[in-house]
């Protein structure tokens, strides 16, 4: 049988370019690859990378507040946003064109169009063509899924954020996952008046509680009007912003209103069912440890597959993919201990199983320490940090590791590479401190404040 191609990449994100790359570059594979908008996907264009620049952008304010306390004569100013959008497109142009010139350079012919799934080995190109590939990988991510309801027309999502032509001067923010979160903290950051509504009775749910508690309670001390059990049941055009209605009969007008509610696989119309491949719930996309599909020749990395939701995981199981069907080594992806962060103010970072998952495997040990760090007590703020371990008590292992700090993403690298190495307490308690740090909290913690 002729194929155009050894391999067909249907998207152009971290997992997708990196199989490609892979593919070709490494193991000397025909890879053509297709993406219906821009290079880089949702981490690089709308998601990770320019988030965590207004991440950045957000905390100057406090920075400045905390050098006038240390001494420093600083006029804090208003926010160029603007100027602060330019600036974040010319990144963003930057990246993406290193994302092409990394595939230009392993030698994959890249297709600025939609493709579609024909069959197990033919992909149909937006214009017309049709190709065929010996393998197709599916690597297009999700997208923010927002209910239906009356007005829902009306809302942005965190797509729409960065292309904002200014700021509004309230936002409502509906949702409680760590985008919704994140972009509170950011927004409040830069001076808009956030609200945030979230369905059920906590935000960041899928996190350790007492971590959450943490978070939320630093987020209402910044302003946040900060609402659990809260169901929006309506929206409507009022004046220059938007009426919002609830179930519970509350409404109030806010500039923008911000849907945060989740993300789900696009593969709407991809011709995946039509060509075997067995869909999930939500639309994703079924694999095995090796990243195939129900069909052979089908393989899907990243997102839609709805595994793990991060970039480095998708890249991770994109390059697996790519050294197992094209090279000598063939291997699945580990997704066990896998540390994430979320990018409130301030951040929140954690590795390994929350304190309830741990109790349900066996007897835990649980070790906290919540202080006052030393640069924002100095400044007279009253934030406080959280460091966490949950330990096995007939092991000993560190199950799972949970900081709320600044820099906390820095922080649980370091603690991740420890835990997939099995370490214990003990290993923790043997290792000398760097002092003064937050983190030496980490390895200075004898007594625990709860077992079961």
Known sequence: MEFDYDLFVIGGGSGGVRAARIAAGTHGARVGLAEEYRMGGTCVIRGCVPKKLMVFASSFPTAMADAQAYGWQVTVGALDWSAFRAKLDSELDRLEMAYRGGLSSAGVEVHDCRATVVDAHTVHLAGGKTVRAKHILVAVGGRPFVPQFPGSEHVLTSNDIFKLDALPASVLIVGGGYIACEFACILAGLGVKVTQFQRSARILK?????????????????????????????????????????????????????????????????????????????????????SQTTVPSIYAVGDVTDRIQLTPVAIREGHAFADTVFGADPRQPDHDLVASAVFTTPELATVGLTEDAARAQGPVEVYVSSFKPMRSAFAGRADRVLMKLVVCKDTRRVLGCHIVAPEAGEMIQMVAIAMKMGATKEDFDRTCAVHPTMAEELVTMRKPVRTA
């Not at 630093?218 to 609402?227: P, S």
């Not at 995946?272 to 440890?289: F, N, Q, S, T």
């Open 206 to 290: 899928e996190f350790d509680e007492e971590a959450v508690d943490l978070v939320a309670e630093d987020m209402k001390a910044q302003g946040i009007d900060l609402h659990c059990g809260v169901v929006v049941s309506g929206i409507e055009p009022e004046g220059d912003g938007f009426r919002v209605t609830c179930m519970d009969g509350r409404t109030d007008v806010f500039g923008k209103v911000i849907y945060a509610t989740g993300r789900v696989p696009n593969t709407d119309g991809l011709g995946l069912e039509a060509a075997g491949v067995a869909l999930g719930r939500g639309g994703k996309v079924p694999v095995d440890g090796w």
